[in-house]
């Protein structure tokens, strides 16, 4: 029985690393379809929203077998309940991907957001793919390091989420009320994409040091 029930711990992480790499290759697409005015892109986003909703459906279902079946406990059970909480946040980032997608085919075949803006989304996006990928191999190996660099990747995201706001409220912005709005939503799809993998990372570096991170 202990075979069997690590075997499903195993499959439980390796799970995890799936939809966490399906997530990453959804928010590369997004940033490319809101920067790019790519409509294809963006279909294929939302398109992968559903699959990241069905794995997670999966996975969790897994989970609750095993916590019915087998009664973990101590480090077995905050493994399982963990598993459960990284899939939600998972979930969300998959979400967030999409609304990203979803603005630029709202918008197709214009760009999102006003020039003035650009390269500050696109260095957003950037900044989430990188955070994304490092996620994965983060579920991986679980690498306390990788969790140390997505927190300071997640920083350098806030800062840029704030440097929005400063542009569309200040005196020399020049977009009308559908730029502001989109900016913004934009802008908040993006740090919250980000603010999820820094929630799980927090997870998984307490999992593998049983040290829990604190909220900053």
Sequence with gaps: MREVFQAELRELQDGLVQIAELVASSIDKATRAFNESNVTLAEETIGDDDRIDGLALKLDELAITILA???????????????????????????MAAHIAQLARYRFPDKVVPKSLRPTFAEMGRLDVEIAHMLAEL???????????????DDKVDALHLAVFDKVLGETWKGGTVDTVDATLASRYHE???????????KVQYLATGDWVPES
Aim: aromatic share 2%; proline share 2%.
């Design 69 to 95: 079946r087998q009664n973990p406990v101590a480090r077995d059970l905050r493994i399982v309940v963990s598993a459960l909480r990284i899939s939600a946040s998972l979930e969300r980032m998959g979400d």
């Design 192 to 202: 919250r994409f980000a603010d999820h993998a820094v929630s799980i990372s927090k």
């Design 139 to 153: 579920l991986r190996t679980q690498d306390v390091e990788l969790a140390e660099t997505i927190r300071n990747e």
